[in-house]
């Protein structure tokens, strides 16, 4: 059975810190890129960063470049955000997907809020 749950997200003040986690399992975790996605209420879902398997290559939005830092643990098979500076506008509700070819899992999002 696949599973990719979403934790650490919670309230946090402007300027502050977080670090997400998505623990995977009933895939092969190293042979999947993997990517953290946020949706805001009445906005799309948007992608926020991406690393590639090897994790050779990582890509992020805009808005988040310089603040926001994707890594996965194959070995933990886990995936992780740190997110750092925070502004309101990141309050959002937090996804990670694993992706190979055609294949996408989802996890079921963690809420990150930032206000003061």
């Known amino acids: 059975q696949v599973q990719l749950v979403e934790s650490g997200g919670t309230l946090v003040q402007p300027g502050g810190s977080l670090r997400l986690s998505c623990a995977a399992s009933?895939?092969?975790?190293?042979?999947?890129?993997l990517s953290w996605h946020r949706q805001a209420p009445g906005k799309e879902r948007e992608l926020v960063a991406r690393?590639?398997?090897?994790?050779?290559?990582?890509t992020y939005v805009g808005s988040v470049k310089g603040r926001f830092t994707i890594s996965r643990d194959n070995a933990k098979n886990t995936v992780y955000l740190q997110m750092n500076s925070l502004k309101p506008e990141d309050t959002a509700v937090y996804y990670c997907?694993?992706?190979?070819?055609?294949?996408?899992?989802w996890g079921q999002g963690t809420q990150v809020t930032v206000s003061s």
């Open positions: 690393i590639s398997n090897t994790a050779g290559t990582t």
């Open positions: 009933g895939f092969t975790f190293s042979s999947y890129a």
């Open positions: 997907a694993a992706v190979w070819g055609i294949v996408t899992y």
